[in-house]
């Protein structure tokens, strides 16, 4: 099956700063979500985007389909963006359903 | 509109004993998929159906059996509990399909069943 890597696996910053997380992909995607859990457990929608660039206030994302990456980019961090960020992708083929990669694990410290 | 609601949220079983984990959506969505979030790892899919009547197996179905008689239900049924299963549990629901252009795959997530075998 399609396989998803992403890095860092983990990453401390200090509030205010810019990160960029990044999600590797092995086969071409028809689906392509970012999502975070917060320290409840909760996971929240944060982009679909199997191709292009999405912007939400300070988060936005890109996907390059040909080249199978796509990034997630925090600006200005807050304490509560910290939580674990996840990319899962649906190749369309084999069983339905979004494969997951491992997560990054972001801490930002005040 | 609520959503993925899933219930218990909380839950300690002994080993052997079965349980069911219930999940509905009002979203009228027709795909519907449940996951296993081991600590420190990605979501593994466990069962999906694609419409009321219709279900198959994911990536780690073992121990594990669902049954989709509508289009808003999917329960989740543990029979024979073991420690392996102690995991958080989330249900999902997507619109796929057809020609609309909301029919994207877009997965939308309950806020997880915390199980543990003890």
């Known amino acids: 099956g399609i396989q998803v890597e992403q890095s860092p696996p983990d990453l401390i910053l200090q509030e205010g700063a810019n990160s960029t997380l990044r999600c590797n992909f092995s086969d071409s995607v028809n689906n392509l979500q970012w999502f975070h859990q917060n320290p409840w457990g909760q996971l929240i929608n944060l982009f679909y985007i199997p191709s292009g660039t999405k912007q939400n206030g300070r988060l936005s994302a890109t996907t390059v389909a040909t080249e199978r990456y796509s990034l997630l980019y925090i600006s200005s961090s807050q304490t509560t963006d910290s939580g674990v960020y996840f990319c899962a992708v649906d190749s369309g083929g084999g069983a339905d359903g979004l494969t997951f990669g491992k997560g990054t694990h972001l801490i930002i410290q005040p | 509109n609520a959503g993925v609601t899933q219930t218990p949220k909380f839950r300690i079983l002994k080993i052997g004993q079965s349980m069911t984990l219930q999940c509905t959506q009002d979203m009228n969505h027709n795909y519907m998929y449940w996951y296993r979030q081991d600590p420190g790892m990605g979501l593994k899919l466990i069962y999906y159906?694609?419409?009321?009547?219709?279900?198959d197996k994911g990536e780690v179905p073992n121990g594990y059996n669902v049954s989709r008689s509508t289009t808003e239900d999917f329960p989740l049924r543990l029979e024979l509990a073991a420690p392996s299963q102690t995991s958080v549990y989330f249900c999902a629901s997507s619109v796929r399909g057809g020609s609309g252009t909301l029919n994207t795959g877009e997965l939308f997530f309950g806020e997880g069943s915390r199980l543990t075998v003890l």
């Open positions: 159906s694609v419409g009321a009547g219709i279900t």
